[in-house]
């Protein structure tokens, strides 16, 4: 015979049913529990990579915003992990390629996916205020793994060939993210 729930019964649904919402409003779910840390690009041939330490977001009051900076290039990296490359950008051959990916927690974090690897197109190359009008870049961002991703592609040329592409798709792929 089924009768009312119990008060007891029901007291531990609605707090598990408060907290349920409460995570969800806060915008957490599995992969917010992922500890912040750099991404790895994959040391590999005709690649130098490194990467940055966790640190507290500048310039914010928030004071769960963290972010980490990882980096990759086919030639030397000439500035600090998190810097708008100048230098290592102006030293970039034709053919070469360097990378930026910026991992965080972030009060307005952007709300969709990104798809890792994102794939890149010779067309999506822009100019970049500051670099050089020679150097091609892409971006993308977006939520991956439930941290806000900024990743920044730039080329030694304003229109990367397919090959230059392609080179950094197989190197975006190699990447060991938070």
Do not use: Y
Not at 91 to 96: E, F, I, R, V
Not at 133 to 153: A, D, N, Q, Y
Not at 164 to 177: G, N, T, Y
């Amino acid at each position: 015979m089924t009768g009312p729930t119990s008060r007891p019964a029901r007291t531990r649904f609605v707090r598990v049913a408060l907290l349920a919402a409460a995570l969800a409003a806060a915008g957490c779910s599995s992969h917010a529990s992922r500890a912040l840390e750099p991404a790895r690009f994959a040391p590999r041939a005709g690649w130098q990579v490194g990467a940055g330490h966790v640190h507290a977001c500048p310039g914010t009051a928030f004071s769960r915003c963290a972010q980490a900076a990882s980096w990759a290039t086919t030639g030397d990296w000439r500035d600090c992990t998190e810097c708008l490359p100048h230098r290592t950008v102006a030293a970039l051959p034709g053919k070469g390629i360097a990378m930026t990916l910026v991992v965080g927690r972030a009060p307005n974090a952007p709300k969709h996916a990104l798809h890792w690897p994102p794939r890149l197109h010779p067309a999506d190359a822009q100019r970049f205020e500051g670099l050089p009008p020679r150097i091609g870049v892409i971006r993308r961002s977006g939520r991956v793994h439930g941290f806000t991703t900024f990743l920044f592609v730039f080329f030694g040329r304003p229109d990367p060939t397919a090959a230059q592409v392609e080179r950094a798709e197989a190197e975006l792929a190699s990447v060991d993210l938070p």
